[in-house]
């Protein structure tokens, strides 16, 4: 059994982190929001009363924040964990952020004594629950190799993908393409309807043909197709319109470091930004369809 210090316990963190309570490991987690501590509690987690206290101890430490901002503050900061862990901690994060921000961490984890990966995941919040994650892990070899024998209880997959910041830049790429391949599928869905194609039979022949992809088997748009959709509840979050807003930003901002021209990537997030901007930010991210069939506009 192993003593884990976990910090962030939402959406994500919590259900992670009591899948490594079943696991057997002991589980000192922290969050500002007592909410998420409590339900982390029922599920097993300690609940520690800063950052300091988290981390105490801990053989390995992981964090799970919306941004990169939030991860420098908590890896960074005066009361932060590079502070106050023991340099044989081996530390994890899995937020999704910034290229930049992830190598200050690796450059600041490595200058003070640490072992850090970068392992941010794929799979939302039934993937956490279900520990089905896919973590994209980057670092030195022998660090990424100790990491994933603490991830294994999350996860599904476990892929290196090279050094330092490799890992974010395979979750950012990727959602990228989830993200475009969630417009086309809303755009098609749309137009088999005023075509007059049944919505079932259309998405048995796209699920089977060149139409295929995840979105379209696992977040179908149209409710009454796909039970993991959120078009069966309303749109009730599974992976929320601001959350997507933010992670698609990720990919542009590294293009335009990169030279690399992300038409398509633009018009999406221009999308979601009408989503957001509608007040629908806290709605799951396929509600993007109701900017396709005109129930929603601004």
Not at 155 to 181: D, H, Y
């Amino acid at each position: 059994m192993a003593q884990i210090g976990w910090i962030g316990l939402g959406n994500m963190g919590g259900s992670m982190s009591g899948n490594l309570v079943k696991a057997g490991h002991e589980v000192r987690g922290f969050d500002l929001n007592p909410d998420a501590v409590a339900a982390a509690e029922a599920l097993g987690v300690k609940r520690a009363s800063s950052i300091a206290d988290a981390v105490g101890g801990a053989d390995v430490v992981f964090t799970m924040l919306p941004k990169g901002e939030h991860a420098r503050a908590v890896y960074l900061g005066d009361d932060g964990v590079l502070a106050h862990a023991d340099t044989s901690t081996l530390l994890v994060d899995s937020s999704t952020i910034d290229i930049e921000s992830a190598g200050a961490l690796h450059a600041a984890a490595s200058e003070a004594g640490f072992r850090f990966v970068d392992a941010p995941v794929s799979g939302g919040m039934s993937g956490a629950k279900a520990a089905t994650l896919t973590f994209m892990v980057g670092g030195e070899e022998g660090a990424v190799k100790d990491a994933s024998a603490f991830i294994e209880p999350m996860a599904k997959n476990i892929i290196p993908t090279g050094g330092a910041t490799t890992g974010q830049a395979a979750k950012i790429c990727n959602n990228l393409m989830l993200f475009i391949n969630l417009a086309s599928t809303a755009e098609g869905a749309v137009l088999a309807d005023r075509l007059g194609l049944d919505k079932q039979v259309f998405w048995d022949i796209a699920s089977v043909s060149s139409g295929d992809s995840w979105a379209l088997r696992t977040w179908y748009p149209v409710p009454g197709v796909v039970d993991t959709a959120a078009s069966n509840n309303d749109f009730a979050p599974t992976f929320t319109t601001e959350l997507a807003n933010k992670d698609i930003g990720l990919a542009i901002s590294a293009a335009k470091d990169t030279g690399t021209p992300l038409e398509i990537g633009e018009h999406v997030q221009q999308l979601f930004q009408r989503l957001v901007d509608s007040g629908q930010g806290g709605k799951d991210c396929s509600m993007i369809i109701k900017l396709v069939d005109g129930s929603l506009s601004n």
